[in-house]
Nanobody, 123 residues
Framework: QVQLVESGGGLVQAGGSLRLSCAASGRIFRINTMGWYRQAPGKQRELVATITITGGGGTNYADSVKGRFTISRENAKNTVYLQMNSLKPEDTAVYYC???????????????WGQGTQVTVSS
């Protein structure tokens, strides 16, 4: 019903930058929020950043990425980006895109997840 396609992961040295993209498609009536989460080996999945798609585009960041990561949106393309600067080895994880979506004909929203993209930061 909804597909989230991520791209932009890879291997980078500490201090480097990467930009992740996530495009949503399907029977989408409205997207309320989109965001990025990450999961490192042996750890729980954690929030990285979110942005509202309807409304003013308010953002929310994990403390660990504030000042280094920036989330942005392109509403016309149902796409969200995560610009990651000053990357650290502890940023290494699989990054997952998330979207809170209301489908055509539905009265409620559901959460959808992408397949994940690996980000590896070498020291």
């Amino acid at each position: 019903q909804v597909q989230l396609v991520e791209s932009g992961g890879g291997l980078v040295q500490a201090g480097g930058s990467l930009r992740l993209s996530c495009a949503a498609s399907g029977r989408i009536f409205r997207i309320n929020t989109m965001g990025w989460y990450r999961q490192a080996p042996g750890k729980q999945r954690e929030l990285v950043a979110t942005i509202t798609i309807t409304g003013g585009g308010g953002t929310n960041y994990a403390d660990s990425v504030k000042g280094r990561f920036t989330i942005s949106r392109e509403n016309a393309k149902n796409t969200v980006y995560l610009q990651m600067n000053s990357l650290k080895p502890e940023d290494t994880a699989v990054y997952y895109c998330n979207a809170e979506v209301q489908l055509f004909g539905a009265f409620h929203t559901n959460d959808y997840w992408g397949q994940g993209t690996q980000v590896t930061v070498s020291s």
